[in-house]
T-cell receptor
Framework: GQQVMQIPQYQHVQEGEDFTTYCNSS?????IQWYKQRPGGHPVFLIQLVKSGEVKKQKRLTFQFGEAKKNSSLHITATQTTDVGTYFCAGPGGATNKLIFGTGTLLAVQP | DAGVTQSPTHLIKTRGQQVTLRCSPK?????VSWYQQALGQGPQFIFQYYEEEERQRGNFPDRFSGHQFPNYSSELNVNALLLGDSALYLC???????????FGSGTRLTVV
């Protein structure tokens, strides 16, 4: 079945450093969504990308959808302690609408 | 306020018992999806309800069943509980099956 992998699994940075997580799907995706889950919390929708090569920015966060629509990345510039959490990418599973979540990247930010 | 309400927040059950979890979607949302999230892992898709019918299903046994009511709220039922069913159960609502999901705070189920 479809698999969505993310790397790295865990990243520890100093506050102010940049951070990037990469998402790779075994199949082409019609769209890619990103979610953030704080420790002990629930996933919160961040953004959805639809077009091949699309790049979207939300303040210090930059999201990119690959040309082949099989990979995506999330880059955070100048991390802050409020960025702590697990970042998940998610995409529709094949021809269905069920959203398949990636393995997640846990970001730790040291002040 | 997540907009999606789940109850109860925590639950402890014994192996073999049955459990029902409830979800009220965000106002304006008509689709409900249920996920199971084990500790340290990503959410795993259980099933999705739209127009009161199960539209999609993940790789979960028939012990997991659900229902959607005319007001779009939903229930997740799990029969014959196993220790491995211990997890955070998340309900997500969306406007249509393809929309960005709004998640509830989840129900933490512990099976002993």
């Amino acid at each position: 079945g479809q698999q969505v992998m993310q790397i790295p699994q865990y990243q520890h940075v100093q506050e102010g450093e940049d951070f990037t997580t990469y998402c790779n799907s075994s199949t082409t995706l019609s769209n890619i969504q990103w979610y953030k889950q704080r420790p002990g919390g629930h996933p919160v929708f961040l953004i959805q990308l639809v077009k091949s090569g699309e790049v979207k920015k939300q303040k210090r966060l930059t999201f990119q959808f690959g040309e082949a629509k099989k990979n995506s990345s999330l880059h955070i510039t100048a991390t802050q302690t409020t960025d702590v959490g697990t970042y998940f990418c998610a995409g529709p599973g094949g021809a269905t609408n069920k959203l398949i979540f990636g393995t997640g990247t846990l970001l730790a930010v040291q002040p | 306020d997540a907009g999606v309400t789940q109850s109860p927040t925590h639950l402890i059950k014994t192996r073999g018992q049955q459990v029902t979890l409830r979800c009220s979607p965000k106002s304006g949302h008509d689709t409900v999806s249920w996920y199971q999230q084990a500790l340290g892992q990503g959410p795993q898709f259980i099933f999705q309800y739209y127009e009161e019918e199960e539209r999609q299903r993940g790789n979960f046994p028939d012990r997991f069943s659900g229902h959607q009511f005319p007001n779009y709220s939903s229930e997740l039922n799990v029969n014959a509980l196993l220790l491995g069913d211990s997890a955070l159960y998340l309900c997500a609502s969306s406007q249509g099956p393809r929309g960005g999901y709004t998640f509830g705070s989840g129900t933490r189920l512990t099976v002993v």
